[in-house]
């Protein structure tokens, strides 16, 4: 166990370097890939409470993210193919009128090292879009749409309007962004809130096992 202990040390302290090289020799030393996975999903976790907390700030996110795909590269190869390793398909994206990306890159990669299967829209995503990209894709379980600018909240509420009548079903909605609460998005009829990239994780998972 004392490897693990020093993956999650490092990768809270966003060592990206170091963080593969200690995944490797986490396995070597005979862990289950879930194991480390879910250690490494544990310490984002714990940096986004302290993003929530104001403790940490975006760079350190940051950083603790790509830690975490770096680490996360090394276990792919022996996570997929089993039947833990996918929760089903994610699209995600930033909705029209929105460029920003960092607040959607860093829950896509949790929602990633979670076990979804994602599917990036980038930003500036059209409600078009998002609807075609459920229907081009296989089991899509979860659609998140991300928004920090205040301006951009009416093309968030015609987004999931549009989501929950447009005939598609088997997913939920959630929504998030500096400007997003919860108040909203009961208002504009989301599924979910989150308020950052580690509460992001958990309440995906909630909303998914909801679906079965």
Excluded: R, W
């Amino acid at each position: 166990m004392a490897k693990i202990e020093e993956v999650k040390a490092k990768l809270e302290a966003g060592k990206a370097k170091l963080v593969p090289g200690l995944v490797q020799e986490a396995l070597d030393e005979g862990n289950a890939a879930q194991d480390i996975l879910q250690a490494m999903i544990d310490s984002m976790g714990v940096v986004g409470d302290k993003f929530s907390a104001g403790e940490v700030f975006v760079p350190e996110m940051l950083m603790a993210a790509k830690a975490m795909s770096k680490g996360v590269d090394v276990l792919k190869p022996l996570l997929t193919g089993t039947s833990t390793s996918s929760l089903g398909t994610c699209v995600i994206g930033t909705v029209q009128g929105d460029l920003h990306d960092i607040g959607k890159n860093l829950v896509a990669m949790m929602l990633e090292s979670t076990g979804f299967e994602m599917v990036d829209l980038g930003v500036d995503v059209s409600t078009e879009t998002f609807v075609n990209a459920i229907k081009e894709n296989k089991n899509v379980v979860l659609v998140a749409c991300s928004g920090l600018l205040t301006t951009t909240i009416p093309a968030m509420k015609e987004t999931v309007k549009t989501l929950k009548t447009c005939g598609l079903t088997g997913f939920k909605v959630i929504v998030g962004g500096a400007p997003v609460t919860q108040e909203m998005a009961d208002e504009i009829g989301a599924d979910g809130y989150a308020s950052d990239a580690g509460s992001a994780a958990v309440k995906a998972k909630e909303l998914v096992s909801a679906i079965a």
